[in-house]
């Protein structure tokens, strides 16, 4: 073979290649990559809806279910404001009115309940009031208040500090270690916490502090 041919030949073994592992790390940053669920399309269905045009202002009522990406929505009242076609805050009311949402595609779903859920969508922040409780793979967190921020995963909670010994309720379940670090069957088998969530409590002055039990 000529050695202009070879110098070609190799060229083109060399951009096959690179298209190739291009190919992968795109195909891996696909699958590991969740789509930002604000920029997804809304589905709603309800037994009853009302459009306030004029104050940029639409009610579902009865058995209202909406659906964005990962999120869903279950309530008996959900008020959407806009002020555009793209509406910014999402209100959820029901005793109670529920949440789900997935963070990450490796990451368990977010189950959160409270008797008024609002989305505040340009934030990508949900704030859950009344009956507040909300849990991932097995952590809870319960309180008057719970602010989440989805991209962040940062959980804020805040217990009503008019009512004596109202505090906010954390639960973290044990993590048992993979069965080869498991101990011999007389002795008791070895527990694991897990890496507590970042929770913030808010106190009275409204200062935060963060508490990792």
Not at 48 to 64: F, H, M, P, S
Request: net charge negative.
């Amino acid at each position: 073979m000529p050695q202009r041919g070879a110098d070609t030949y190799a060229r083109a073994v060399k951009l096959c290649i690179w298209l190739l592992i291009t190919l992968i790390h795109f195909q891996a940053a696909i699958i590991h990559a969740l789509p930002n669920d604000r920029d997804q399309p809304i589905h709603l269905t309800a037994d009853k809806a009302l459009r306030d045009e004029k104050n940029g202002v639409t009610i579902y009522t009865g058995n209202v279910q909406m659906k964005q990406g990962s999120m869903e929505l279950e309530a008996e009242t959900l008020t959407i404001y806009h002020t555009s076609d793209d509406p910014s805050e999402i209100v959820a009311e029901g005793k109670p009115a529920k949440m789900r949402q997935q963070p990450e595609l490796d990451k368990g779903v977010v189950h959160a309940h409270a008797d008024v859920i609002k989305y505040f969508k340009n934030e990508d922040r949900v704030h859950l009031q009344t009956n507040a409780h909300i849990e991932q793979d097995g952590s809870v967190v319960e309180g008057d208040s719970i602010d989440y921020l989805m991209k962040k995963q940062l959980i804020t909670a805040q217990s009503d500090q008019t009512r004596t010994g109202n505090k906010v309720v954390v639960v973290i379940p044990p993590r048992v270690q993979d069965t080869e670090d498991k101990q011999a069957p007389e002795e008791q088998p070895s527990v694991k916490m897990p890496d507590p969530p970042v929770i913030e409590q808010l106190d009275e002055s409204g200062s935060g502090r963060t508490t990792s039990e």
